[in-house]
């Protein structure tokens, strides 16, 4: 069974501080890998996706991959209220044509 | 996302009741899907279409019967559907089946 796994939360943090969301694989030939924001009640949305190991940042987000230890995370930096909202981490199977698996999703919770 | 929209955005049926989905993309991707996000779980994928031909099916009671008569439209009818079927039923579209999914703002299903 090919799995996502991510911490359930809530992850609260201050106004302020960086907020890091962790998520792990089983499949250890997964290529692509996303990370998605859904509030409450509302559809997901693409935050960031990466392919490759190491950083990417865009704005206050930044992606990190490890394909050796299988993990993927995303740190957030300067959280705000407005980032409270449930992050599902997504990642592509190795078999060709396999749709995206999702992660349950972490809950962030942001207080001012 | 207004590049992907579902109708309708809220529904209410008895079980013995028939009903339909309607998702249409409107960024020229050529691969869709089903989700169905129920509370306290991960999204459930449901249904693949890619180029119009069901690719994915993951042991979705036959109640749920979608239908992609083209690379813009998807349709997910409901019959005889249970109480457990109330959930967030959300469409996706993607370039591949491995691209970036970017999703509808979902129907929201309540069966009595």
């Known amino acids: 069974q090919k799995e996502v796994e991510q911490n359930s939360g809530p992850l609260s943090v201050p106004e302020g501080a960086i907020a890091s969301l962790n998520c792990t694989y089983s499949d250890r030939g997964s290529q692509s890998f996303f990370w998605y924001r859904q509030y409450s009640g509302k559809s997901p949305e693409l935050i960031m996706s990466i392919y490759s190991n190491g950083d990417k940042e865009d704005g206050r987000f930044t992606a990190q991959l490890n394909k050796a230890s299988q993990y993927v995370s995303l740190l957030i930096r300067d959280s705000q209220p407005s980032d409270s909202a449930t992050y599902l981490c997504a990642v592509n199977l190795s078999q060709a044509g396999t749709a995206l698996i999702f992660g349950k999703g972490t809950t962030l919770s942001v207080s001012s | 996302e207004t590049g992907v929209t579902q109708t309708p955005r809220h529904l209410v049926m008895g079980m013995t009741n028939k009903k339909s989905l309607k998702c249409e993309q409107h960024?020229?991707?050529?691969?869709m899907y089903w989700y169905k996000q129920s509370a306290k779980k991960p999204l459930e994928l449901m249904f693949v279409y890619s180029l119009e031909e069901r690719v994915e099916n993951n042991s979705v009671p036959s109640r749920f019967s979608p239908e992609c008569p083209n690379s813009s439209h998807l349709f997910l009818h409901l019959h005889t559907l249970q109480p457990e079927d109330s959930a967030l039923y959300l469409c996706?579209?993607?370039?591949?089946?491995?691209?970036?999914?970017?999703f509808g703002p979902g129907t929201r299903l309540l069966v009595l």
């Open positions: 960024l020229g991707h050529n691969a």
């Open positions: 996706a579209s993607s370039q591949g089946p491995t691209e970036t999914q970017y």
